[in-house]
């Protein structure tokens, strides 16, 4: 199982960190992942994380994930938000996903429930 929160209302410009605790079949080789999706759109590969981290190259330089496997938990912060990244964001996990595949959603067998981020111009 996993819990996402953290999402809210803010600023372009301002800052959101979202976090996402895991239960279950998780370990320190557990790829962990946020997904986005936008009204109307079709859900988008926003970062993941195993031993090293891999973005979208619309995040790359505003957002980071990071984990903590002691508190099975993976974050995203989220820096210069615009009004574009306005989604309801998902994390995921899966035990058997190698690099090449990170970016599929398709890939991962276990997702939260998704914490809504409205960013307002």
């Known amino acids: 199982q996993l819990q996402a929160f953290g999402g809210g209302l803010v600023q372009a410009g301002g800052s959101l960190r979202l976090s996402c605790v895991a239960s279950?079949?998780?370990?320190?080789?557990?790829?962990m992942a946020w997904f986005r999706q936008a009204p109307g759109k079709e859900r988008d590969f926003v970062a993941a994380i195993r031993w090293t981290e891999y973005y979208a190259d619309s995040v790359k330089g505003r957002f980071t994930i990071s984990r903590d496997n002691a508190k099975r938990t993976v974050y995203l912060q989220m820096n210069s938000l615009k009004p574009a990244d306005t989604a309801v964001y998902y994390c995921?996990?899966?035990?058997?996903?190698?690099?090449?595949?990170?970016?599929?959603?398709?890939?991962?067998?276990?997702w939260g429930q998704g914490t809504l981020v409205t960013v307002s111009s």
């Open positions: 995921a996990a899966g035990n058997g996903v190698i690099t090449s595949s990170m970016r599929e959603g398709s890939r991962y067998p276990y």
């Open positions: 279950g079949d998780y370990s320190r080789n557990t790829v």
